[in-house]
């Protein structure tokens, strides 16, 4: 009963969702008032109807009803409930479904705090999702419905794979889809904005805070998807450039690009063909993305379930969708015009770099994930892409964009001179290149890649800390009085660059880091004896056995020494799924804020023996802390008070025109 | 307007290449060896050098080839299968180390368990040519007349070894 009202459930918002962009899209082409007013409500309807359909599935899983075909798929009696909830989401339908359920969230949201658009604006743009949604509820319905029977019910289930019982699993794919569907909705400002030929700074003063907020998501979402490879394939990566991380990265870049380029276009009325054209691109490659994985024509180590029916439809609805907004473009576009005129040398210029940069970035990453598919239809043979390619690549493209993130916000716009902002710069490059020569000597060993990480990124931090000092003095010196008690006076929006920034640097701190110091060691050991890595003496007290609640395995207990004193004890271990007849590797992880000490366990020897692997790996934890400061600059950007300001000002005029109507 | 078509023409090219990638499973090649004799080989051991491994010696039994490489990252990914494989001791697996270095390949070998019988050395990649090679890895199923019987390319899974190549194996063990 429960997983046929989710059924159903979808079906009805199938039809709102049809409903509401036809009225919506013909009321704002015809002037129909009433028309356009379908969609506020109707985003709404869809929204309580989805989040029905999810809720089924999740009891449906909860109460392990084994004759629907995805729980019987994709769960087990012995599954711990929080992994049965998580497993909602753990198959392809799931996930769908999931998608669905975020998309029509982002349109709720929209209908939400959107009362200072303007009404026929609303209206293309609710349209427009619910275009995008009706394309995703067929493909639902008609190839991956996640509320299929099973007749007669399993026994028991299939288990969720053991690579996804993890609690970093747990959130990752939410995050995830919370980023790559918010891009919807910045995608449907940007067509909106074609449709109507209204492309002004107001506009892009609406897309901003959509964008970043999908920005900040698709961030915490990739980081959190590397920590858990990092902790869970046991191997201590953290980036594989696997087709399916390459997937959401690609949005990121060109999501990336599109904050930058929004910002000239709502302050300088610039860029407005990069911004839409950006807009269009991002929302594409998080489609892109998902016919990639969800297609199975690249493989990978995220193996879904592959069905050559659902790829065809995925393909047409991914040419429908960018297809007719491309070509909209294409027609559009040549008259949307040319923001005012700048010079090279200006924030604009740095910015344009930066979309160019982040263009080709993401276009190198976009070939290297679909090459092997190309000289595969060309009949010249399989091949693999490996990070050699994606390395070499990646990094000549990021250096510059480094570099300009120190120059950029410290330009004028519009012109900007050379001499001055050398003048203005010279400490922090003098701070960066004196860090980069001896920073690495203390840490025992230098090298050109590892000076010139730090060299980046400590250029980032200190440009920051110059360009925080310039305002401050600059308020002060027209303001009086000391500069910090300016510092309460700044927007939020400028912090939440500088902390984006920062966040920056800290990654790149953490990669050269780690590419550069990291030491492993792999050993034969057995109870009793000892390893020494990274200053660190490791003793391998014994083994246990464990029993968890769908697996068996052994425990190895290690201590961590440093300097004859105990430091911590470890557990990595060795699982075996019993449902899926896979072992799995647990590392155990000693965090800390300068290092993490990584140990996994390798094979059984003989004479009671394991091989051990030990990894010191300096700084590794700074990726992510990096991911999560460039989310939280975004968050921190968002809550800028002009946006509240602009709502209550909207608040205000419309309570006086109530006021005058009454 | 020409400019502005540039992206339109791109994503054309690009469903097209999506298109014929439909139709084809990155996974299966049909490969023309099957049912015909397993190329012949003589290759050094990796393990000892100066002993070579014959494929003639290999007669009379059905054996497994797994062609890998430490350069290879989704050979980490079936590796484990393969390790609890050989400890299951249903069938003999040899290695065909594939343009590897011996000691790179002893090391990945050391760090990630050894599953094979006997493991061949083809720094060249010639006897994988003449397997038909076209990814690493693949694995082959060679019955006791040293006739090549099924072929998979890409990553071993629980699933391809439980339903297609182990109750395989026991048929033509029989």
Redesign the interface.
């Known amino acids: 009963m429960i997983p046929e009202l989710g059924h159903f459930a979808i079906i009805i918002a199938l039809l709102v969702a049809g409903v509401q962009a036809f009225f919506s899209l013909a009321g704002a082409a015809t002037g129909n008032r009433p028309w356009m007013n379908v969609a506020r409500p109707a985003a709404h309807a869809q929204f309580v109807l989805v989040a029905l359909a999810f809720v089924c599935l999740a009891v449906s899983f909860l109460n392990n009803d084994f004759s629907v075909l995805n729980v019987a798929s994709n769960s087990n009696s012995a599954l711990p409930w929080f992994y049965r909830i998580a497993a909602t989401w753990g198959s392809h339908e799931g996930s769908l479904l999931l998608w669905v359920l975020m998309l029509s969230g982002w349109m709720s949201a929209v209908a939400l705090f959107s009362r200072h658009v303007p009404t026929d604006m609303v209206a293309r743009i609710l349209g427009i999702m619910a275009l995008v949604a009706v394309g995703f509820f067929l493909f639902m319905l008609l190839t991956s419905n996640p509320f299929d029977r099973l007749l007669p019910p399993a026994v028991d289930g299939r288990d969720l794979n053991p690579l996804l019982q993890d609690p970093g699993m747990v959130i990752h794919p939410p995050m995830l889809y919370m980023g790559y569907v918010g891009f919807s909705v910045v995608f449907a400002f940007a067509v909106a904005a074609l449709l109507s030929g209204r492309l002004d700074s107001a506009w892009a003063r609406w897309s901003r805070p959509w964008t970043t907020v999908a920005w900040a998501f698709l961030t915490i979402g990739i980081a959190l998807g590397s920590w858990w490879a990092y902790y869970e394939l046991g191997?201590g990566g953290w980036w594989?450039w696997d087709p399916v991380e390459n997937a959401s990265f690609m949005p990121w870049l060109t999501g990336t690009a599109l904050m930058h380029s929004l910002a000239v276009t709502e302050k300088r009325g610039g860029f407005k063909?990069w911004t839409v054209?950006l807009a269009?691109?991002t929302f594409?490659l998080s489609l892109?993305g998902t016919?990639l994985v969800r297609?199975?024509?690249?493989?990978s180590?995220h193996?879904f379930a592959t069905d050559?029916a659902r790829?065809?439809f995925i393909?047409g609805f991914?040419?429908f969708v960018?297809?007719t907004s491309?070509?909209l473009?294409?027609?559009r576009?040549?008259r949307v015009g040319l923001g005012g005129q700048f010079n090279l040398i200006s924030r604009e210029g740095a910015l344009l770099s930066n979309n160019v940069l982040l263009m080709v970035a993401a276009a190198s990453v976009l070939l290297g994930t679909?090459y092997?598919?190309?000289l595969?239809?060309l009949g010249l043979?399989?091949?693999?892409v490996?990070p050699p390619y994606f390395d070499a690549v990646f990094v000549p493209l990021m250096a510059p964009a480094m570099f300009l993130m120190g120059v950029g916000p410290m330009a004028r716009w519009k012109q900007a001179s050379l001499p001055d902002l050398a003048a203005r710069l010279k400490w922090a490059f003098a701070v960066a290149l004196v860090s980069a020569a001896v920073l690495p000597l203390t840490m025992g060993k230098w090298t050109p890649m590892i000076a010139f990480g730090l060299l980046l990124a400590v250029w980032i931090m200190a440009s920051c800390a110059v360009n925080l000092r310039e305002r401050i003095t600059q308020l002060a010196a027209n303001g009086g009085g000391h500069p910090v008690s300016y510092l309460k006076k700044l927007p939020r929006g400028y912090y939440g660059m500088l902390l984006a920034h920062f966040g920056v640097a800290v990654f790149i701190v953490g990669v050269t880091m780690v590419n550069g110091y990291e030491t492993e060691k792999?050993v034969r050991m057995t109870p009793g004896s000892t390893v020494s890595i990274g200053g660190y003496v490791i003793r391998l007290d014994g083994f246990e056995d464990v029993d968890g609640p769908n697996y068996t395995g052994v425990r190895g207990i290690l201590t961590v020494l440093k300097d004859g004193r105990q430091r911590d004890v470890m557990f990595p271990e060795k699982r075996f799924y019993n449902v899926?007849?896979?072992?799995m590797t647990e590392a155990a992880i000693d965090t800390g804020f300068t290092r993490d000490l990584y140990i996994s366990l390798?094979?059984a020897v003989d004479g009671g023996a394991w091989?051990v692997?030990v990894y010191h790996k300096p700084f590794v934890d700074w990726i992510w802390g990096g991911a999560f400061l460039m989310a939280l600059g975004g968050i921190v950007a968002v809550s800028d008070r002009r946006y509240r300001l602009a709502r209550a000002a909207q608040r205000k005029s419309q309570d006086a025109t109530a006021s005058a109507a009454a | 307007m020409a400019r502005a078509l540039i992206p339109l023409v791109v994503f054309a090219l690009i469903v097209v290449f999506l298109w014929v990638g439909l139709s084809l499973n990155p996974r299966e090649v049909p490969s023309p060896l099957i049912g015909k004799p397993a190329p012949v080989f003589e290759l050094p051991q990796l393990r000892e050098s100066g002993a070579a491994i014959r494929s003639g010696d290999l007669k009379g039994q059905v054996w497994l080839l797994n062609v890998f490489a430490s350069w290879c990252t989704p050979c980490l990914e079936e590796h484990p299968y393969l390790v609890s494989l050989a400890q299951r001791d249903l069938v003999p697996v040899y290695g065909l180390n594939y343009k590897d270095g011996r000691n790179a390949a002893l090391k990945w070998l050391g760090k990630h368990g050894d599953p094979y019988t006997g493991i061949a050395v083809d720094t060249e990649g010639r006897t994988g040519i003449e397997f038909g090679v076209y990814g690493v890895p693949e694995t082959f199923v060679i019955d006791k007349e040293g006739v090549i019987r099924f072929k998979h390319i890409g990553p071993l899974n629980p699933r391809v070894l439980d339903e297609e190549v182990l109750p395989l194996v026991a048929r033509l063990q029989q």
Request: proline share 8%.
């Open positions: 191997w594989f063909s054209l269009i691109v594409s892109l016919f297609s199975g024509v690249l493989t180590v193996a050559p790829g065809v393909l991914l040419v960018v297809g491309l070509a473009f294409a027609w576009a040549p679909l092997p598919l190309f595969d239809a043979g399989k091949i693999s490996g792999d899926q007849q896979m072992p390798g094979e091989i692997r």
